[in-house]
């Protein structure tokens, strides 16, 4: 009675009942147990996302808000409360805001597997949970696997990007439970402050919307003045650019070699629905006090199945076009693509992917509101368990999915590593005579040489390469007993030569 009171009153007065509900204050939080491997960061909010760890989340909410939310389901938060309860300790129940979340595809209303956006801080702004001020429960409609986000981000701030972390968690909404969610990482400004001293804007980015000229006012604005876009206004100026001026166009308002990063994973991933390919949706902006600007992914729920064409520009975005058409920025594209090649292994996704599936099996034995198969709203037990085997052999597919990646990725990669050098020295008088020889890729010209020569049992010691061949160069120290040489391309260093022994007089 007393939320409806509050609701009332805020429809007469023309102020938000979210902002004139009394203030809800956090009780006394337990020590959380000792974090997974998966767990990252350091900071007070890192333990609640814990892919291993399932929380318990009740949200409610009276019917007065219930019809509010009806009548705009994705905009204005509602009134309602949030109750949490991990293996550490319960905390609330707490006054905050609800919506819903999703569009195509993934939004559900209340009678199905709704998404939600929780705004802790909606009625009192020092409100947070862990330092958090929002929770984005993902329902995860459209992931058979109940995985992907969580190791598609991974991937993703391994490459050094910006991306959310990923806890998963049982809710109940009105005392009914809904089933098991994905707990994303809100891009707001607890998460922001991780990754970036300062912020000047967050742009979200959907449905078809590129950096195209005029656009800069269809970008919704998530943080910062949404009346000042000169910074946007910028980035899109630069975006367009010509051909010959593009490079470095982009660099004076962005981070060249985050974007190409980003795009890059994405492609390694098949994350058709982010910004490089077909869709041009579920990316975020990012300014700093600078105007330079980041790329962040979202909406990563459909990976792991989409193999594209690594430098395929049919309907591509407009950034990733031009990288592929501007060598400069083609050779950075493929220095991420082998980086790539060395960081996925290292993550070791099919043990995470193990651990995780252990972890959300109960959970998912008792989510009423699984639509992995049709009808789902007659899904009794035996159905539950038999849905939850396709969501097993879904996980275990994403595993295979890497690792097939990783071979077409090495393939694609091969022909322009530059190969080990074949070496040949010969003495001419006091001098050394070097050549070298290695097959390499028309596109993929060497560019420079390394020689290194030891003394006796010494340690290997760089000389001067100049770019011509033969090489030819006078000991001072000495005459040398071993030599080797490694090249380079734009891509990659080869491996060093068989060192080449001579005998001291």
């Known amino acids: 009675m007393r939320r409806i009171l509050l609701l009332l009153l805020a429809a007469v007065i023309g102020v938000p009942a ?44 009276e019917q007065p808000a219930i019809d509010a939310l009806a009548a705009d389901p994705r905009g204005n938060y509602q009134l309602g409360t949030m109750s949490v309860r991990t293996s550490w300790g319960t905390w609330g129940p707490y006054d905050i805001g609800i919506r819903l979340k999703g569009v195509i595809g993934s939004y559900r209303w209340l009678d199905r597997k709704a998404g939600f956006k929780v705004k802790i801080n909606a009625v009192d702004d020092n409100l947070r949970f862990y330092g958090l001020k929002k929770l984005t429960l993902n329902n995860m409609v459209q992931d058979g696997s109940f995985i992907h986000e969580a190791l598609a981000y991974r991937v993703f701030r391994a490459m050094d990007i910006p991306a959310p972390r990923v ?34 804007h967050l742009y979200e980015g959907s449905y078809w919307m590129d950096v195209s000229p005029g656009n800069e006012g269809a970008f919704e604005v998530d943080e910062g003045d949404a009346s000042d876009r000169a910074d946007l206004i910028d980035l899109i100026a630069a975006a367009n650019s010509p051909a010959a001026a593009w490079w470095s166009a982009l660099g004076k ?22 910004y490089a390919h077909y869709i041009k949706n579920n990316y975020y902006l990012h300014s700093d006090n600078k105007g330079i600007f980041t790329m962040m992914p979202w909406g990563t729920d459909q990976t792991f199945d989409w193999a594209p064409e690594w430098t395929d520009t049919n309907d591509r975005a407009i950034m990733f076009t031009k990288c592929m058409q501007v060598r400069a920025c083609w050779a950075e594209y493929h220095r991420a693509l082998l980086q790539l090649s060395t960081v996925v292994p290292d993550l070791q996704l099919d043990v995470m992917v193990q651990k995780i599936s252990a972890a959300i099996h109960p959970s998912l034995l008792k989510d009423p509101r699984r639509e992995v198969i049709a009808d789902w709203g007659a899904c009794d037990r035996s159905c539950r368990e038999s849905q939850t085997q396709a ?18 990725l090495n393939d694609y990669l091969r022909p322009m590593l530059p190969e080990t050098p074949l070496v040949k020295v010969t003495r001419v008088g006091k001098r050394l005579k070097v050549n070298w020889t290695a097959a390499a890729d028309i596109r993929w010209p060497i560019k420079s040489a390394e020689i290194q020569i030891r003394v006796g049992g010494g340690n290997w010691q760089n000389v001067s390469a100049p770019q011509a061949r033969p090489i030819m160069f006078t000991w001072a120290k000495g005459r040398p007993s071993a030599l080797r040489v490694r090249i380079s391309n734009d891509l990659a260093t080869s491996s060093w030569s068989t060192p080449q022994s001579f005998d001291r007089p």
Request: net charge neutral.
């Open 167 to 200: 806890g998963y968690a049982d809710v109940s909404f009105n005392g009914t439970s809904y089933g098991l969610y994905a707990h994303i990482e809100t891009y707001d400004k607890p998460m922001l402050s991780r990754w970036f001293n300062k912020t000047q």
């Open 253 to 274: 308002v962005a981070d060249r070699s985050q974007f190409v990063r980003e795009w890059a994973t994405e492609t390694f991933i098949g994350h058709w629905d982010g």
């Open 391 to 408: 969501a097993e052999g879904a996980q275990s597919a994403a595993p295979t999915f890497v690792a097939n990646r990783i071979v077409q």
């Open 18 to 61: 979210l902002v004139i509900a009394p203030s809800s204050t956090a009780s006394a939080r337990p020590t959380a147990p000792t974090p997974s491997v998966y767990v990252e960061g350091n900071d007070p909010q890192a333990k609640v996302f814990d892919p291993l760890k399932v929380i318990k989340i009740n949200l409610t909410m």
